[in-house]
């Protein structure tokens, strides 16, 4: 499968923006899938995750409550809203597909074996 993710940019402190994940090569009900970020001289980590279906999700603790995570599977599309960004939400944003069964949500990058290309999100003070 390959990924394209959009939408980043910069937006002050407080605003918002949607990154959208696009699949092709194979749908993507048959994977779970994820978004990560990284940080100039940081390293990877994990930010949201959905399973197959939809209907489970998992958040890092520093975008819950503010990130919400959702896939459209007729569009083979998943979608990272990120609202209240902070300065410290600055990275660039991955997108990742994990073979997974139909609940199952990962959050390590070793269970993902399909990546993105990333967009980068940066946030003014």
Avoid at 67 to 93: G, H, W
Wanted: aromatic letters at 10%; hydrophobic letters at 35%; proline letters at 1%.
């Amino acid at each position: 499968v390959q990924l394209q993710a959009s939408g980043g940019g910069l937006v002050q402190g407080g605003g918002s923006l949607r990154l959208s994940c696009a699949a092709s090569g194979r749908t993507t009900s048959n994977y779970g899938m994820g978004w990560f970020r990284q940080a100039l001289g940081k390293e990877r980590e994990f930010v949201a995750a959905i399973s197959r279906g939809g209907s489970s999700t998992k958040y890092a603790d520093s975008v819950k409550g503010r990130f919400t995570i959702s896939r459209d599977n007729d569009k083979n599309t998943v979608y990272l809203q990120m609202n209240s960004l902070k300065p410290e939400d600055t990275a660039l944003y991955y997108c990742a597909a994990s073979t997974a069964l139909w609940l199952q949500v990962h959050v390590s990058s070793d269970e993902y074996a399909y990546w993105g290309q990333g967009t980068q999100v940066t946030v003014s003070s």
